[in-house]
């Protein structure tokens, strides 16, 4: 019993004198710019050439190298997959087949054996039709109930709806119309109406084009997605005075090389210049008239930078199979003639996968394969003289630093305290930082995070040490990049 509180001094004592466990973390801070493809028209690009006064066919010129505007001689129907389903719903339509219709009834159809049975509003059966057959209205458009894959409920549509059986009990709803109609319903789903005429005008250009050149569902009785497969269609839900006022200004209008109408791809964002077809496409063919320029004015758009941070585990949930080991980080083997990546290398614990920019874009839902990938690994562990830190500056460092002025500040403010000096340090590593290349220490506070000194990355491999002033919770910003959030106790 006498020996019982030496006893349990001795155990306190070992308790204060023992390091406490570093807690360590990993984040992958990914910063980029641009939202879409990157090939072709930027959509918020041309809206700021047209905002500087530029006509829509220098705009269309610039994004289509090499390109001019040509006028159809003719203008061909346009099938557009509205949905798949086992029925469809109906209204405003006068014909189905050579079978008169009441305009203002609701009618539906379901496909049965590979034919087309309709139904009256009451659900009988009126006719039974083999293979596909269209149902129109004798002047306006044609209601389709229920909603669809672009996101229109009880849209209604111009020209006609076909209803295809496609085998196994499904039916596809297909709109059949004109080129310039289709058109109308497209720019204003795409563009702001809001926006120059010279803007939507290029839209309206680019988009008839695309609509001749491609087709999204041969040999299934449709040649555009209503969705961003194609191009966004809406129908005459979206339309508006002034995009049809574009549309009707540019009427049959195409662009061209070399006489023939091109694939006029076009995206959101470029985040200030434009890519290569074979780089934003990997796997497709070099084309002259889609290559990578300058895109000045779109940083008017919401997407022009934009950065992401995730932890190691939702890297690797949002990977999968392309992780082997546990995530380590991502290497960029390959860009285009933009920063966009065309492949890359997922580094694990157990070996490394070869990806493609396009692949890391959607597994990790970033808005454009224009991206740096920086693993920031962060954790607290007991300071020494070697692990250096500062105040931070009125504004951020412009040359490197060899340490020595920074460890000589933090001597010197312990030296001048009376009170015992905080024992705990940051450590921890940045991908893609140099030595001497400068890290800004952020602590947080009831008022959000706010800069409480700089560092120095030290050696080939971005590492970095630094004293904390006390307590807290803090992250490292590395050109803009954040780490993970670490406490210090």
Not at 61 to 68: A, C, I, L, S
Not at 154 to 173: H, I, K, N, T, Y
Not at 264 to 287: C, H, L, Q
Not at 309 to 322: A, D, H, I, N, P
Request: charged share 20%; hydrophobic share 35%.
């Amino acid at each position: 019993m006498a020996r019982l509180p030496t006893a349990l001094c001795t155990l306190t004592a070992c308790a204060l004198l023992a390091p406490a466990a570093a807690e360590a973390k990993t984040s992958l801070a990914i910063k980029g710019a641009g939202f879409g493809h990157g090939v072709g028209m930027s959509q918020y690009g041309a809206y700021g050439f047209a905002l500087k006064g530029t006509k829509y066919p220098q705009i269309l010129k610039h994004y289509y190298t090499g390109t001019q505007l040509a006028t159809l001689t003719n203008t061909p129907e346009v099938t557009v997959l509205l949905r798949s389903s086992k029925g469809a719903t109906f209204t405003g339509a006068n014909r189905i087949g050579d079978r008169r219709l009441d305009p203002g009834k609701v009618y539906s159809v379901q496909e049965k054996g590979g034919e087309v049975v309709l139904l009256s509003p009451t659900g009988r059966a009126l006719a039974t039709f083999a293979g596909a057959v269209r149902a129109s209205g004798p002047d306006a458009p044609v209601k389709l109930m229920g909603a669809g894959p672009n996101g229109v409920r009880d849209g209604r549509f111009r020209g006609a709806l076909e209803f295809r059986p496609s085998g196994g009990g499904a039916l596809l709803v297909v709109n059949a119309l004109g080129l310039d109609s289709y058109v109308r319903g497209v720019v204003a789903a795409e563009s702001p109406s809001s926006w120059p005429q010279e803007a939507l005008r290029a839209q309206a250009v680019a988009a008839r084009t695309y609509a001749i050149t491609t087709n999204a569902g041969s040999g299934q009785g449709f040649t555009q997605w209503a969705d961003t497969r194609s191009q966004v269609y809406n129908g005459v839900s979206a339309e508006t005075p002034t995009t049809d006022a574009a549309v009707a200004a540019t009427a049959r209008q195409v662009v061209t090389f070399a006489g023939e109408p091109i694939v006029a791809y076009f995206f959101s964002t470029s985040g200030g210049r434009t890519e290569d077809a074979e780089n934003g496409f990997p796997g497709a063919a070099p084309k002259p008239y889609l290559k990578s320029v300058n895109d000045p004015y779109d940083d008017l758009s919401p997407k022009h930078r934009w950065t992401f941070r995730y932890s190691t585990g939702e890297v690797e949930k949002r990977l999968g199979s392309l992780v082997r080991g546990r995530f380590r980080s991502i290497k960029v083997t390959k860009r285009g003639s933009s920063p966009r990546v065309v492949s890359a290398k997922v580094i694990g614990s157990k070996g490394t996968t070869v990806v493609s920019g396009p692949t890391l874009k959607t597994k990790l839902g970033l808005f454009d394969t224009w991206a740096t990938y920086t693993t920031i690994a962060t954790k607290v562990t007991t300071a020494s003289v070697r692990a250096a830190s500062a105040p931070a500056p009125s504004s951020r460092p412009r040359t490197a630093d060899t340490g020595r002025s920074l460890r000589a500040a933090t001597l010197t403010a312990q030296s001048s305290s009376s009170r015992r000096p905080y024992r705990k340090a940051l450590r921890g590593h940045i991908t893609g930082a140099k030595d001497g290349q400068w890290i800004r220490v952020q602590r947080r506070s009831r008022a959000g995070w706010a800069n409480a000194f700089w560092t120095t990355a030290s050696g080939p491999n971005g590492r970095y040490r630094a004293s904390l002033p006390g307590p807290g919770v803090y992250r490292v910003s590395w050109r803009g990049q954040l780490g993970p959030d670490v406490r210090a106790r």
